[in-house]
């Protein structure tokens, strides 16, 4: 013990030096996965794919996510977070400058087959880092601070390409942005301390500060917390399929049943996005207050405005307003990843906030559920089933355990 250092005797000014490098890391991952969707007419054109082909990239990319974050995460908590960091940069950043070398189909579902195992991870490791650097009563806001960071880069992703074919760039220079994690990952050594021997804010659970068992990911099973766990998992799987039901189909919505041009759908849909991004500090900070389940609320709110959004007659200014509000009501689960963290021992952190992803399993499946119902019953009642996700989510949200004190 007497190697070990405590979190606590860590200078604010270094913990806050390791968490904005953390936060360029989640940049450039968040940039690497949105240019499935941002870039998808581009790579289609180049590669001569079809719709169907091109729109698989997405299932195939989450489906590597899953395998990396059950995978990365039991091996951030056995090898260190820091180091599985560092892992974890090189991976990503260079399978994004592969897509630079991408000739066809095959060689497409390779590339994003590998981006997504190592972009995967990086939620796992990012809360297994920060959660042991900062205690319970800011990891809220720290939390709404890495959901905005993944917004800010989707942002700059967005107006950057524009800017770039205004300049008269090829697409395929913003590939080269997984040139910057690979070149500073090995910094990470640097400015991140080592997590194999930091006694986190919550202190050890049995003098661990990693994974000893073969696979940790069997712990979240144990007699005691197998309930707890399957819980949570079809609750990230609720979340992820009532996101895909009605933000899956919010653009063709908006222009096919609402008839908005489509130089204002852009603008409709972005303001979502704006409230997304300030709702992960809003719910941030109300968790750390008053608890993690309170922001189930969101949920609920959530659930309340998508029948208003789709039923409501309304203008363009105030359907804007509502999507502005939902976005903000959608980012209480920014708080997942602390609270995942803080429900099972230390030595688990990353392993236990890979449960986050789990739930895209079912979120690959919404579009084949929903694309039939939508030419039986209509668009909008079909997305109304977000709400009924969302409301499931709350309820068992509700029922699981507080592991923060109302302040």
Sequence with gaps: ??????????????????????????????????????????????????DLTAGS????????????????????DKIGRRNALVISMFGYGGFLLAALLVTDYTTLVMQRVGLGFFMGSMFPIAVGIYSGLFGRDVRGVIAGFVLGTYNVAVAALGFLSAAAFKAGYDWTVLLWAGAIPVSIALFAFLIIPDDRRLIPMDGLSEGQTTAKAALPIAELFKPGVAKQTILLATMTG????????????????????????DTVVGDVLGWQFIGAALGGLVWGFVSDRFGRRSAAWGFVLAA???????????????LELTG????????????????????????????????????????????????????????????????????????????????????
């Excluded at 200078?11 to 450039?28: D, E, H, K, N, Q």
């Excluded at 990239?57 to 951030?76: E, F, L």
Aim: charged share 10%; hydrophobic share 55%.
């Design 304 to 318: 309340s405005l998508i029948p208003v959004y789709l039923f409501v007659p309304m203008p363009v200014g105030l």
């Design 1 to 50: 013990m007497n190697a070990f250092i405590d979190a606590k005797d860590i200078s604010l000014t270094r913990r806050t030096g390791a968490l904005a490098f953390l936060l360029v890391a989640y940049f450039f991952y968040a940039w690497s996965w949105n240019t499935v969707d941002i870039l998808r007419p581009y790579i289609k054109e180049s590669l001569g794919l079809t």
């Design 238 to 261: 609720l979340n992820f399929f009532a996101y895909q039901a009605f933000t899956g189909w919010a653009s063709t919505y908006l222009k096919e049943d609402r008839m908005i041009p």
């Design 324 to 407: 502005f509000v939902y976005g903000v009501m959608l980012s209480c689960s920014a708080i997942w990843g602390p609270w995942l963290s803080e429900l099972y021992p230390p030595h688990l952190r990353s392993t236990a906030a890979s449960i986050f992803n789990w739930g895209r399993v079912i979120s690959m499946t919404a579009p084949l559920i929903t694309a039939p119902l939508i030419d039986g019953f209509g668009r909008a009642p079909v997305m109304s089933l977000a709400s009924i996700s969302f409301l499931a989510a709350a309820i068992i949200w509700f029922r699981l355990p507080e592991t923060v004190i109302r302040r």
């Design 57 to 76: 990239a997405y299932t195939i990319q989450s489906a590597g996510a899953i395998v990396g974050a059950v995978v990365m995460g039991q091996v951030a």
